[in-house]
């Protein structure tokens, strides 16, 4: 396997965060990405990922290497294209599914701005928070959460990180007595997101370990916005996206919550899914660019 087609193995393992997903989505085996990765790390003389049995994760040398290669292989791509005729202007329908929530804050900018830079482009935008499957139901993309995806064949793309807050009104708080430590979030009501979505307890990193706390709860939703009306009546103490909950915590609506610990896996991936990487229509190779460059500009910048 030549060096090019070894950078293309690397960055479908980063976007389908599986070696396994990677296999699948290139039609080789497992074995092959594996031997492809240990080579490149050879070559380039530093670990790319960190493996266990349960999880995998980039390190620091692979956060940039893909950028940059990255960057290498889509000039290739674009030059390719060209060089056989195949770039052509993006037009027709585009079918958009996304996460309400999650992109509740930057989903109108995102689309109004690539509207304006492809007027040929037209738009079909489906919200939802439930788990969705591409080509069964004829979605040319979706910006999702992890969770929502029901086929691991899609190739994914990291958007963002939303973290996650810790809040309650003060009149809940006054009823209870203000958490200092996480263990003391055991004495407490959660309204909590839907165990479907998430399993109802929470970690915290203290010192070189972990504390898992589980949650007690009497309301929970897949839906962040409701989960944060529901803690505005007074319901409970919730882990909800920050970005939710910046108006009500500047008001003091809400008050924050052992934000001075932190939270394991305490944010919300919002990943770009589409089914292949070749092939793709012009319209769908546009929207990719364009929300890959969208979502690396500041949020105040937008």
């Given at each position: 396997m030549d060096y090019l087609e070894s950078l293309r193995v690397f960055r479908s393992v980063v976007e389908a965060n599986s070696f396994r997903r990677a296999a699948d989505n290139l039609g080789i085996s497992v074995a092959a990405v594996s031997r492809t990765i240990s080579r490149l790390e050879t070559r380039l003389d530093s670990r790319l990922f960190h493996r266990t049995t349960r999880q995998m994760?980039?390190?620091?040398?692979?956060e940039r290497f893909y950028a940059g290669s990255s960057r290498i292989l889509d000039d290739l791509d674009a030059l390719e294209a060209e060089a056989s005729m195949q770039a052509v202007q993006p037009g027709g329908v585009l079918r958009l599914v996304a996460h309400t929530t999650a992109t509740v804050l930057r989903l109108v900018p995102l689309i109004s701005s690539f509207?304006?830079?492809?007027?040929?482009?037209d738009l079909d935008?489906?919200?939802?928070?439930?788990?969705?499957?591409?080509?069964?139901?004829?979605?040319?993309?979706?910006?999702?959460v992890p969770f929502m995806l029901s086929a691991e064949t899609v190739v994914t793309r990291l958007l963002d990180r939303v973290p996650l807050a810790i809040v309650a009104t003060s009149e809940y708080l006054q009823?209870?007595?203000?958490?200092?430590?996480p263990s003391e979030l055991t004495t407490h009501t959660f309204v909590a997101v839907s165990p479907s979505v998430r399993k109802p307890e929470l970690t915290f990193r203290l010192g070189d370990g972990e504390l898992v706390?589980?949650?007690?709860?009497?309301?929970?939703?897949?839906?962040?916005?409701?989960?944060r009306e529901m803690i505005l009546e007074g319901l409970g103490i919730g882990a909800i996206p920050a970005a939710l909950a910046q108006a009500?915590?500047?008001?003091?609506?809400?008050?924050?919550?052992?934000?001075?610990?932190?939270?394991?896996?305490?944010?919300?991936?919002?990943?770009?899914?589409?089914n292949s990487r070749t092939l793709l229509p012009a319209?769908?190779?546009?929207f990719v660019e364009h929300a890959v460059a969208f979502f690396e500009k500041p949020v105040e910048s937008n």
């Open positions: 994760s980039m390190t620091e040398a692979a509207k304006r830079k492809y007027p040929k482009v935008v489906t919200l939802t928070e439930r788990p969705v499957d591409l080509v069964a139901d004829g979605y040319d993309l979706g910006i999702v009823r209870r007595t203000l958490p200092q430590h706390v589980p949650l007690t709860y009497h309301v929970a939703s897949n839906s962040p916005m409701f989960n009500e915590l500047s008001s003091g609506k809400l008050v924050p919550i052992l934000s001075d610990f932190e939270i394991v896996d305490g944010t919300i991936e919002i990943r770009l899914a589409y319209k769908v190779r546009a």
